[in-house]
Structure formats: structure tokens, C-alpha cells
């Protein structure tokens, strides 16, 4: 009898330290969290204090003259992560399905999902070598042919590796949810008479209208935040891109690029006023693809 | 489940005490590890990238020699200048003199020793690389945005013999802050007015025309990669990496290469007691126009925070070697030695630096 209870309590005692830790460990996550965007807003002050709205419509970044505006980095920014959004919508979304709905099974499928996801694995540092040796020459010849200065980098270039790079992370999910779809659904449309062109653009994607949405917005929330391959492609000009082939800047080069150097109090908090927008500004975006998520799962 | 919102509460409170003391603590973060007074053996330096090849050669030799270790961190010339201030640094490091107002807001008076020399070199890219030759109202007006292509009159005026194509000029300068580009922005502030309205001097401008790479090797890749670009690099790099160096007219009108030795001689000129000078656009008839000393900073009165003499003398001492038998280590790492002048001065500024108002050396 003792001996039972002993044991009772023992195990009752670990039940408790495991799930101690389990809460502690998650908890750490959000206050890490917290602490971040924190540490952001109070570095940021002087620039809140000095700039205000101002640093939100402003066109000069000028740390000569202590004028920060980060206008053209927001337009750099939302111009080439939607861009990237734009080419690799198409691309992921076919490979979603033949990976959802075609291939689902087998060493074709297996070989196809590993080199996706190999491609979430290359350090951005890497795509942009590629880029400045493959892609932008490419590029100069097309530009050339276009009778534009020949640059090779700019807004373009950095969206077609951004594209790359984010293709992984909206076929992941998108894979996911359309090899979900009920089969009873496909069934029933093929006994009507369906094709299997009818069956995916009047069936499945439908049904998966907001899965895949919500994909493609943790891609975006990905391509806003890269800084490494797009600082060595984009040209880091501080004038607002004037098409889709000029060089321009993103807020989280200009922060790679200026801050180790960044000397006076409001350059340096201006940098961190950009870190702590962008911070905001992918935050939404990931708790705007959850909730689409949370209402597709329903 | 009292006790978890308990727990959450407690841990978001830990949380917002963190980030406040973080935050008042960032401006002395080194200070406890490292702080230099006790111990005699290390010296501890911080400071510029741009000598830092030179210096891990020297402070390894005095090593060597002197069985002294020097702790060298290469955290750029701002960062060297904050740890000095904070007094957390035997020395620090700049490659631009300190400001009036930075010395004003520095705790104690800081002195300027010169170490070496560096230069900014113009370079392109163009069919088979002509040497070429450039006026400062040229460059300037290049880097303006205002002379658009390489057979522009008044680029093939001073070039004559030399092919220039109808090729659309695309400049190339540094994206990330830099002391290259400190120095080649107050080059042409001083030589051209509407530089020195705008953009002015300093490390990260707002460039009137261009594309930005990060970092020396960014801008020469570009460069490479892109016909008819023009930028600017430091001569360490250009040297090593073999790439085509245009002469500029200097102040007395002569068209001078960039070398070591047009870099040397662009300190013979009457230079200041306390070294603060700005040799870009020098007034020696020789000497190649984008140029700047390279500095160590210490404090004129060495006696703070409890430091012993004994690492105040060491630490004047390797600063002495640094002028003297140092400087032979400077050339084949592709860094301009000081001139004669300029040792001198150098040393008399060392010789100003005090402990307990008693001359060190």
C-alpha cells in the first residue's frame, strides 16, 4: 500500500517538473520576444522624439545632415518582397499541386520535397553570390537590349532571388493543405464527369483558397525580412526606385549596411526606429497568415 | 492555473527589468571583462579596421620581442573612440581625427599619434583599362552625376591619346559606413563647393547618383562586373588585387599616380602640433591627393581609474615602437610609412603624455 502511494507520488512529482519545464521553456520564447521589441522601442525614442511621423513620408536619408526619412527603404522593401510574391506565386503554386495532387507518393516525390527543402537550407549569403555571378549579367543583357543604364542590379534582381528563396516556405504549406482535401469531394466532381484540370481549379483550389493564401503570406513575411543576398543585389541607392529595373534599398540593408559605423544619437536611433518597423510589420503579417491558417484548419 | 498567470506575470516583469538595464547598460558593456588596469602583461587596443593588417603585423612582433601581448579588436574607428571615452581601452584607434565636439564631450584631453598612412584610389572599368587621368572639378562632377559618359569633352581633354567609348558612366561607391568613404567625400568637399553642400563629409552620405556595394571587395566586384563603372577603393586593396589606379591633379597641378610613396609624401606639409590634420588635397607638390593619417588615441594624463604607471609606460612604449621600428612593417603590407616630419611631431606629442603630471618617457 505505502509502496504505492510512493510510487504514485514520484511519478506525480516528474509529471510535475516535466511540465514545469515544458511551460518555463515556452514562456522563455515570448518573453525573448518581448524583450526584443522592447529593447527596439526604447532605443528608438530619440528618433520617435526627434522625427516623428516625419521619418515615415520623408524622401532623404542624409546622416550628414541628420535627416532620416525611410520612405524609399519602405517602398524598396513592400516593391521587392511583392515583386518576389508576384513571380513565385505561379511557381509554387504549381508545385504545390503536383506535389499535393499528382505526385504525392513515391522516390519521385520524395526526390522533388528534398530539393525544396534544400533550398530553405542555402544561406542567403549564397544566393547572393549566384545572383552577382549568374544573375546579373543576365540581367546587363537584358537591360542592355532594353536601352537602360546596365546596372545588373536592382529592384528586379533581388526580386528573382528573393523569389527563389521563398518559394520553399509557400510550397511547404501549400503542399500540405491541397493533399488534405477530402477525397470524397474529388470523387464525387469525377463522377459528374470532371477532368482533372476541372477537378483542381473548380475543386481543389477553392477548397484551399485560404491555405494557400496563407502560404504565400509567410513567403512575404520571409522576403520582407531578408537583408544578406538582397544588400549585395539591389544597389543600395537611397532614391525611391522609379521602375522595376533602378537600383533602390530595403530597410533591412540600409540597417546591415549603416549601423557599425553609425555614429550620433539620432542616426543610430533612426536605424533601430527602421529595425523596430520592420520588426511591427512582420509581425502582423505572420499573425495575419496564422489566423487565416486557424480558420481553414476549422 | 493561479499559479501559471502568477508565473507569466513575474516572468514579464523579469522581462521589462532586463531590457531597461541592457538598455543603460550598453555604453560600458566591455568595462568588466576587460578592464585594463591590473594587468601589466596585455594592452588593450580598439579601434579602425582599415590599419588592422598593420597593426596585428606590429603588436605580434613587439610581442615577440617584448614578451607584451596587445589585444587589438577591429571594431571600426567610432567604436574605438566610444571605448576609449568610456575608458575601458589602453588606447583606441581612429582613422579620422576626433571631432571639437567629440574631444569637448570626452572625459579628459586625448592626444592624436599618428601610425601610418592610407589612400583612396580612383578606379574603372573600361575596354583594356587606359590609364587615365582625372582633374578634381572632373572627378567631382563625375560623382555629382553630372558628366554622364566616358567621351565627354572634358574627360578627353585631359586624357588625349586615350579611346574613351560612348559609354554611360555608373559610379559605384561604399553602402555601408566607412572611413574610405570619409575620406573621399572630404577630398571633394574641398575641391568642388557644390560637394561640400551636398552631400558633404562623412561616412554614409546620400549619394546624388550610383549604386552602393558593401564593403572594398564589394565595390571592386561591381566594378569588375559592370562596364564604364568608376569608384573608389583603399590602395591596400587596389595593390593586392592589381586593379587599374587613375592619376589625379593635385593642388599644385601635377598629376601624381597613387603609391606608397605619393602617399608619404602627401604628409610633407607643415603639419599641426596636435597632428589633427586633413591631408586630402595636400599642398605638397608630390604628394597624391587622397590621403589621411591613420591615428592612436590615448589620454594626455594617463593617471585615471586606478591604471599603475607601469601599464601606462607600457603602454607608451608600444606606441613609441609603433612610430619607430614599427614602421618597417608597414610598406610590404601595402600601408604608406610615416614621413621623417612626422615622426618627429609624433614623438613630441608622446613625449607630452603625462602620469601624475610626470612625463612617461
Known amino acids: 500500500m505505502n509502496e504505492i502511494a510512493f510510487q504514485a507520488k514520484r511519478i506525480n512529482l516528474k509529471e510535475k517538473v516535466f511540465k514545469k519545464t515544458l511551460t518555463l521553456s515556452a514562456i522563455t520564447v515570448v518573453v525573448i520576444l518581448l524583450a526584443i521589441f522592447f529593447t527596439l522601442l526604447i532605443n528608438s525614442m530619440p528618433s520617435i522624439k526627434a522625427l516623428g511621423g516625419k521619418f515615415f513620408y520623408d524622401k532623404t536619408w542624409d546622416p550628414v545632415a541628420d535627416e532620416y526619412g525611410a520612405l524609399p527603404f519602405l517602398v524598396g522593401t513592400l516593391l521587392t518582397s511583392f515583386l518576389a510574391l508576384i513571380i513565385s506565386t505561379p511557381f509554387s503554386i504549381a508545385v504545390a499541386i503536383f506535389l499535393g495532387e499528382y505526385y504525392k507518393k513515391g522516390v519521385v516525390a520524395e526526390i522533388f520535397k528534398n530539393v525544396i527543402d534544400l533550398l530553405a537550407g542555402i544561406p542567403s549569403v549564397i544566393y547572393g553570390f549566384w545572383g552577382l555571378f549568374v544573375l546579373v549579367p543576365i540581367v546587363q543583357t537584358i537591360e542592355l537590349k532594353l536601352n537602360l543604364p546596365p546596372y545588373g542590379v536592382g529592384i528586379f534582381t533581388s526580386s528573382v532571388i528573393l523569389a527563389i528563396m521563398i518559394l520553399p516556405f509557400s510550397v511547404s504549406l501549400s503542399r500540405q493543405v491541397i493533399s488534405m482535401v477530402p477525397s470524397h469531394l474529388k470523387e464525387a466532381a469525377y463522377s459528374l464527369g470532371a477532368t482533372r484540370f476541372e477537378v483542381i481549379t473548380k475543386i481543389i483550389i477553392p477548397y484551399t483558397k485560404s491555405g494557400l493564401f496563407a502560404g504565400l503570406l509567410l513567403a512575404l513575411g520571409r522576403a520582407l525580412g531578408e537583408t544578406m543576398a538582397v544588400t549585395m543585389l539591389i544597389g543600395n541607392t537611397h532614391q525611391i526606385p522609379t521602375g522595376i529595373f533602378s537600383p533602390g534599398n530595403t530597410m533591412a540593408s540600409v540597417i546591415a549596411n549603416e549601423f557599425s559605423e553609425a555614429t550620433g544619437k539620432i542616426y543610430t536611433s533612426a536605424l533601430i526606429e527602421m529595425g523596430l518597423f520592420l520588426f511591427v510589420v512582420v509581425t502582423i503579417i505572420n499573425i495575419l497568415g496564422k489566423q487565416v491558417i486557424k480558420r481553414f484548419t476549422l | ?361
Open chain 2, 1 to 361: 492555473m493561479m499559479n501559471f498567470k502568477k508565473m507569466v506575470l513575474s516572468l514579464l516583469a523579469i522581462c521589462i527589468t532586463v531590457t531597461f538595464i541592457s538598455c543603460g547598460g550598453n555604453s560600458n558593456n566591455n568595462a568588466s571583462e576587460n578592464s585594463s588596469a591590473g594587468n601589466k602583461n596585455e594592452i588593450l587596443g580598439a579601434g579602425a579596421t582599415f590599419p588592422y593588417p598593420f597593426y596585428s603585423k606590429v603588436f605580434d612582433e613587439y610581442n615577440k620581442q617584448k614578451g607584451i601581448r596587445v589585444n587589438y579588436q577591429s571594431i571600426g574607428s567610432g567604436g574605438g573612440i566610444k571605448q576609449l571615452q568610456n575608458k575601458t581601452v589602453d588606447f583606441g584607434a581612429s582613422d579620422a581625427p576626433m571631432s571639437d565636439e567629440e574631444l569637448s564631450k570626452s572625459p579628459a584631453p586625448i592626444v592624436h599619434i599618428p601610425s601610418c598612412l592610407g589612400a583612396v584610389i580612383i578606379t574603372y572599368n573600361l575596354p583594356d583599362n587606359p590609364s587615365l587621368k582625372f582633374t578634381p572639378e572632373v572627378l567631382a562632377d563625375i560623382f555629382l552625376g553630372k558628366i554622364k559618359k566616358w567621351n565627354d569633352a572634358k574627360i578627353t581633354a585631359m586624357n588625349p591619346g586615350v579611346k574613351l567609348p560612348d559609354l554611360s558612366i555608373s559610379v559605384v561607391h561604399r553602402s555601408d559606413g566607412s572611413g574610405t568613404t570619409y575620406i573621399f567625400s572630404d577630398y571633394l568637399s574641398k575641391v568642388n563647393a557644390q560637394w561640400n553642400t551636398k552631400p558633404g563629409t562623412g561616412k554614409s552620405l546620400d549619394w546624388p547618383t550610383g549604386l552602393g556595394a558593401k564593403g572594398n571587395e564589394g565595390v571592386s566586384g561591381l566594378i569588375k562586373q559592370t562596364p564604364g563603372s568608376i569608384g573608389y577603393v583603399e590602395l591596400v586593396y587596389a595593390l593586392q588585387n592589381k586593379m587599374p589606379a587613375a592619376a589625379l591633379q593635385n593642388k599644385s597641378g601635377n598629376f601624381v599616380e597613387a603609391s606608397l610613396k605619393s602617399t608619404s609624401a602627401a604628409a610633407a606639409i607643415d603639419l599641426p602640433a596636435d597632428m589633427r590634420v586633413s591631408l586630402t588635397n595636400t599642398a605638397a607638390p608630390d604628394g597624391y591627393p587622397i590621403c589621411s593619417f591613420t591615428y592612436l588615441l590615448v589620454y594626455k594624463d594617463q593617471s585615471y581609474n586606478n591604471r599603475t604607471e607601469a601599464s601606462a609606460k607600457a603602454t607608451m612604449d608600444l606606441i613609441n615602437y609603433v612610430i619607430h621600428e614599427g614602421q618597417k612593417y608597414a610598406e610590404p603590407l601595402g600601408y604608406a610609412p610615416l614621413p621623417d616630419a612626422a615622426v618627429k611631431k609624433a614623438e613630441e606629442i608622446l613625449k607630452s603624455v603625462t602620469f601624475n603630471s610626470k612625463p612617461l618617457l
